[in-house]
C-alpha cells in the first residue's frame, strides 16, 4: 500500500507562517495529483490547494496570494507553504496523494492499480 506522511504544522501567531510536508511511499509507479486538504470542527473537509505531475496548481479562493504549493517528482514529495495565517485557517490538514502502484499479479508478475492515499493529518492553530 501506498502511504502518506505529513510534517509541520503546529501553533502560529495570526500574520505568522508555518510550512506543512508530505510524502507518499510505497510500491509507487506514478504520483499523479498531490494535495492539501482541511477539516475544521463542524465543518466538512475541503480542498486547500492541488498541484498535477506537471506543476499546475489550483487553490481554494480564500488562501489565493498567501499559500503555495509546490512538489519534488523525484521524493513524490509535496510541501504547503502558508503565510498570512488566519484565525479561520485553523484546521486539521491532510496529505492525499493519487496514481498508479504495483501490486502482485499471479506467481511472478506485477500489475499496475490505481491508488488513493490520505495522510492522518496534521493541526495547524492559529491563535494569539
Known amino acids: 500500500q501506498v502511504q502518506v506522511v505529513e510534517s509541520g504544522g503546529g501553533l502560529v501567531q495570526p500574520g505568522g507562517s508555518l510550512i506543512l510536508s508530505c510524502a507518499a511511499s510505497?510500491?509507487?509507479?506514478?504520483?499523479?495529483?498531490m494535495g492539501w486538504y482541511r477539516q475544521a470542527p463542524g465543518n466538512q473537509r475541503e480542498l486547500v490547494a492541488i498541484?498535477?505531475?506537471?506543476?499546475?496548481?489550483n487553490y481554494t479562493d480564500s488562501v489565493k496570494g498567501r499559500f503555495t504549493i509546490s512538489r519534488d517528482n523525484t521524493r513524490d514529495a509535496v510541501s504547503l507553504q502558508m503565510n498570512s495565517l488566519k484565525s479561520e485557517d485553523t484546521a486539521v490538514y491532510h496529505c492525499?496523494?493519487?496514481?498508479?502502484?504495483?501490486?502482485?499479479?499471479?506467481?511472478?508478475?506485477?500489475?499496475?492499480?490505481?491508488?488513493?492515499?490520505w495522510g492522518q493529518g496534521t493541526q495547524v492553530t492559529v491563535s494569539s
Open positions: 498541484i498535477t505531475s506537471g506543476g499546475s496548481a
Open positions: 510505497g510500491p509507487i509507479f506514478r504520483v499523479n495529483n
Open positions: 492525499h496523494a493519487e496514481g498508479s502502484m504495483w501490486t502482485p499479479h499471479g506467481v511472478d508478475s506485477m500489475a499496475l492499480t490505481d491508488f488513493t492515499s
